[in-house]
């Protein structure tokens, strides 16, 4: 039972691609659940993390990052990101300082507008520019809209973030602990396993291979007698070329992606992996309908 006083609530990180939403919520909760990438549509699904202390437990929604969609996963994203704004207690709108302000934040804002819910603006990255830099941008965003809050951060270093924890529990309404205080997250490990891989796919392929890029986690088997956890998992490109990418020459690209996913599965885990990879050319998967629900992109759960 909660004691007297204890709020809890339901928060969206919203901003364009690559502001530091993910890294922010890897910081709260200290523990990698949300796959950081400096290429922006990194984070595809929502991805609740939740943060739990004892005067609140805050479920953190990570949306996509809000860009003009070139295919129909990209309409997905948006629906995702837009659709989170209506259904929370609060909401961080994150920018990036070092971009200043854009048709990005703009498009956003006019979203804002039509929300009923609180809004922070979270300047992040904070740590890359000097403080007379942030006064003007502040004062733009002032002008702009009725912020609740505003709070300079740095997701990356961690200044600020306690204090813009505060300041959300403030904001909560009184209400139950939904999760268990040692739960970080509500989606089941199979799905952190598949963008743990996705994350070092995309970090070690670079430009070569864009975000065409899915991974499916066919296997999870726990063997007692030898105390490890087999994962056998494919990788979905679009092209033959990119397949040729990710399996490198002589396999050794698709070996270093195994070797550093596997290193995150063990932590996330906690105990020794055998990771088995296989790549999978499905030929424009993006625009499929079938092939996105395949890959765990239900609109209708959104």
Request: aromatic share 8%.
């Amino acid at each position: 039972m909660n004691k007297e006083g204890y709020k809890s609530g339901f928060v969206a990180i919203i901003g364009r691609p690559n502001v530091g939403k993910s890294t922010f919520l890897n910081r709260v909760i200290g523990q990698k659940i949300a796959i950081m990438s400096d290429k922006p549509q990194t984070t595809r699904n929502k991805i609740q993390g939740v943060y739990t202390d004892d005067d609140a437990q805050i479920i953190f929604i990570d949306t996509p990052g809000v860009h003009k969609p070139k295919h129909k996963l990209g309409d997905f994203m948006m629906k995702v990101a837009l659709n989170a704004l209506r259904e929370v207690d609060l909401v961080l709108f994150m920018v990036n300082a070092e971009e200043g302000f854009g048709r990005g934040e703009a498009f956003i804002i006019e979203r804002l507008n039509e929300v009923h819910t609180p809004v922070f603006l979270v300047i992040n990255k904070i740590d890359r520019v000097h403080p007379d830099e942030l006064l003007p941008l502040i004062d733009r965003y002032k002008d702009l809209y009725p912020f609740a809050e505003i709070v300079p951060i740095s997701a990356l270093e961690g200044n600020n973030v306690e204090r813009l924890l505060e300041q959300i529990k403030q904001r909560l309404p009184e209400g139950p602990q939904y999760y268990p205080p040692d739960q970080i997250t509500d989606h089941p490990e199979q799905f952190i396993i598949a963008e743990l891989i996705r994350e070092k796919a995309l970090h070690l392929t670079r430009e070569e291979v864009p975000h065409s890029i899915a991974v499916v986690v066919e296997r999870i088997e726990r063997r007692e007698e030898t105390g490890t956890v087999y994962v056998g998992a494919v990788i979905v490109v679009e092209r033959d070329s990119q397949k040729g990418i990710i399996i490198g020459k002589q396999g050794r690209m698709l070996k270093e992606i195994g070797q550093r996913a596997r290193a995150d599965i063990e932590a996330l885990l906690g105990s020794r992996v055998f990771l088995e990879l296989w790549v999978k050319v499905q030929k424009d998967w993006r625009n499929r309908l079938a092939q996105l629900r395949d890959f765990g992109f239900r609109e209708d759960e959104y």
